[in-house]
């Protein structure tokens, strides 16, 4: 028996070294990406992993570089999922990100002023034509968040809504007792919401209602986007491809038209010093650690002057000891900005974080405000 034991030792001695090396040529070989033009993490997860709403797990491998998922910079070299070989690409270095601000009460706006998407310019520099690369505009509130939003409107739900009705295909399958749920590119017969004639290629938003919060109203939560390609002609139901998905989509979900004017606006919000504070009153999903690209809603609403773009830093205030204690600082929690603002509450996306506490109840105050 002793003689087992001390050759298993002898053997595991033997195995150490060489899983060493194998778990060093693992790390030595993890798969890099150097950032170029025009990429993104949508991009890169669907390039390396196949699926674009992998995004998050590049996301996290790279969180000490990403401010925000957003805005990805020419140079930056990303690390991927998986143990492959090295791939570079000779870029110009990023420009320098400005550092946040040492004071959480006052801290700048994120800036998105270096963004991977570029447009070649020609300059004259010494009697020679010089190209040069600059960051175009882009609109500060990114349309696809907007759609994906939810929003507050009057307590009971959108009126004379449109309803997604069943699959528009033929199968040979006995259906199921149980709810479908769809899935993007099927195709859907629709009811098309009341007053709208509707056109081919025309796209609407499909939305489930979530919670009345007191005081407020109805949260509406967008669950995909639909394209028509059959316009109902009479009494008879139109046919639609499910071209985006949110969340869960079935049958009986409420069907909008797609409104996406009013959030083109290219201008940048300016920091604020003392801005008005209010209260995260609801997170979508319920989530148990609420992170970036959560969307929340703020008891704040058109009528405060809240716009698409403003800035709110979320915090845990200051804190005052009652025995005589020194107090406890504040603390900056995340940073999120609005993108969606109705008569009824205002929908920021969380687009930093510093600490796991988004929560409803929570204090934010702005930071940052668009003209």
């Known amino acids: 028996m002793r003689n087992r034991t001390i050759g298993a030792l002898g053997a595991a001695a033997l195995m150490f070294p060489a899983m060493l090396a194998a778990q060093q040529q693992a790390a030595a070989t993890q798969q890099v990406h150097t950032v170029k033009q025009g ?68 801290e700048e706006p994120q800036r998105f002023d270096a963004p991977t998407v570029f447009r070649r310019e020609t300059a004259i520099q010494g009697g020679e034509s010089v190209s040069t690369e600059q960051a175009p505009a882009h609109p500060t509130v990114c349309k696809g968040e907007f759609v994906a939003a939810p929003f507050v409107i009057a307590a009971g ?47 609407f938003l499909v939305v489930s209602l979530g919670p009345n919060i007191e005081g407020m109203g109805q949260v509406v939560v967008p669950t995909g986007v639909v394209k028509l390609t059959h316009v109902p002609n009479g009494n008879e139901a139109g046919r639609a491809d499910i071209v985006q998905l949110f969340g869960e989509m079935n049958p009986g979900q409420r069907l ?53 773009g403003d800035q709110y830093l979320v915090f845990k ?50 930071i940052a405000k668009m003209p």
């Open 157 to 203: 739900g959108p009126a004379d809504a449109g309803e997604v009705l069943k699959d528009a295909d033929l199968s040979p399958i006995p259906p199921s007792p149980r709810t479908p749920i769809f899935k993007q590119y099927d195709r859907v017969l629709v009811r098309l919401p009341k007053g709208e004639a509707g056109a081919a290629g025309q796209r």
């Open 256 to 308: 909008l038209a797609l409104d996406t004017t009013g959030i083109s606006s290219m201008a940048q919000p300016a920091p604020v010093k003392d801005g008005r504070e209010a209260t995260v009153k609801w997170v979508q999903g319920d989530p148990v650690i609420p992170t970036v690209q959560s969307y929340v809603v703020l008891n704040l609403t058109s009528a405060d002057g809240v716009k698409p």
């Open 39 to 106: 990429e993104t993490l949508w991009g890169l997860a669907q390039a390396y992993l196949s699926d674009p709403h992998r995004w998050p797990e590049i996301y996290r491998l790279n969180r000490d570089k990403i401010a925000n998922p957003h805005w990805i910079y020419p140079g930056e070299e990303l690390k991927l999922p998986g143990a492959l070989a090295r791939v570079t690409v000779s870029v110009k270095p990023a420009p320098v990100k400005p550092a946040p601000a040492a004071e959480p009460a006052h």
């Open 317 to 366: 205030p200051r804190t005052r000891h009652a025995e005589g204690g020194p107090d406890d600082p504040e603390v900056a929690i995340g940073r999120a900005q609005v993108v969606r603002v109705t008569p009824f509450g205002a929908t920021a996306i969380v687009v930093s974080q510093q600490q796991a506490k988004i929560e409803a109840g929570a204090v934010v105050r702005n």
